[in-house]
């Protein structure tokens, strides 16, 4: 049977590439308790549990496996948030790609950015952009808004993502 917790844990660890000894020493635990969470043979008390989900950003109902929903809030603080963000989209190089493109009119100033031909995406993209634009001129609620988001995402929850290599 697995065991979500001790999977979840080493999961994230191995993802954010750091030891079982650089983890064990952010949690102020030792190497072998670290050890036994991931294996499966014990379970960590309620301060290590909490310093676990601040490390990893997710919650501790995700680490637990009562959740399958990683983040504890869609918060972003640093760009190191961001940047963790965007690197599951570059992961997928069937449809995100980066561009770089030469500005002939700023004394060939590069700019780059990151570029999506699926047209699933691009249609939610101007749809977001024009709810955005009218819950800041204050036309659309925020709850309503928000309400919008979700539908949007139970409509799309079983559509897979594209297949297609062709990104350009």
Do not use: C
């Not at 699926?118 to 749809?127: M, T, Y």
């Amino acid at each position: 049977m697995e065991n979500s917790f001790s999977d979840r844990i080493r999961k994230l660890r191995q993802d954010m590439d750091i030891t079982q000894s650089e983890l064990a020493n952010k949690l102020g635990i030792t190497t072998t308790a670290l050890s036994f969470f991931e294996s499966g043979s014990r379970i960590p008390n309620i301060e290590v549990l909490r310093n676990m989900a601040t490390i990893f950003n997710v919650s501790s109902d995700y680490l637990l496996g009562l959740s399958e929903k990683k983040e504890t809030s869609s918060d972003l603080k640093t760009y190191a948030d961001m940047i963790r963000h965007i690197i599951p989209l570059l992961e997928q190089s069937n449809i995100w790609y980066i561009w770089v493109e030469d500005l002939p009119y700023n004394e060939g100033e590069q700019v780059h950015g990151l570029g999506t031909s699926d047209n699933i995406i691009l249609d939610f993209l101007s749809d977001y952009e024009k709810m955005s634009e009218l819950t800041n001129k204050n036309s659309v609620p925020g709850d309503l808004f928000q309400a919008w988001i979700d539908s949007r995402l139970q409509t799309l929850k079983d559509t897979l993502l594209s297949n297609k290599t062709d990104n350009n």
